[in-house]
């Protein structure tokens, strides 16, 4: 089992900026991929930012250029900056991680932290 400890989330009022902090009970590097999904409320939840294979980083159409993601190895954490917000960005942000690329494997999640962009 891995545990997953989020940070970060809040309150932000448009074109304003967030970071977000997830931090793992594993290296990093013992995953196939990690990143992030968000859900809104009463829909299903998507893809934001992932990281597969260690280098190999896809984002979301949505995100176009806004967020970025880092990572520090050795606190096995990882990290999504979000600029420039806009108000359908509010949702909980989920992070996660999967050992391998099985459809099939339901991965490891942290419990969300909610991001709400409102002036």
């Known amino acids: 089992q891995v545990q997953i400890t989020e940070s970060g989330g809040g309150l932000v009022q448009p074109g304003g900026s967030l970071g977000l902090s997830c931090a793992y009970s594993?290296?990093?590097?013992?995953?196939?991929?990690m990143g992030w999904y968000r859900q809104v409320q009463g829909k299903q939840r998507e893809l934001v930012a992932r990281?597969?294979?260690?280098?190999?980083?896809r984002f979301a159409d949505f995100v176009k250029g806004r967020f970025t993601m880092s990572r520090d190895n050795d606190r096995y954490t990882i990290y999504l900056q979000m600029n420039n917000l806009q108000l359908e960005d509010t949702a909980v942000y989920y992070c996660?991680?999967?050992?391998?690329?099985?459809?099939?494997?339901?991965?490891?999640w942290g419990e969300g932290t909610q991001v709400t962009v409102s002036s």
């Open positions: 990281v597969i294979g260690g280098d190999f980083t």
């Open positions: 594993r290296s990093l590097f013992s995953f196939y991929a």
């Open positions: 996660y991680a999967k050992d391998t690329p099985s459809v099939d494997e339901v991965g490891f």
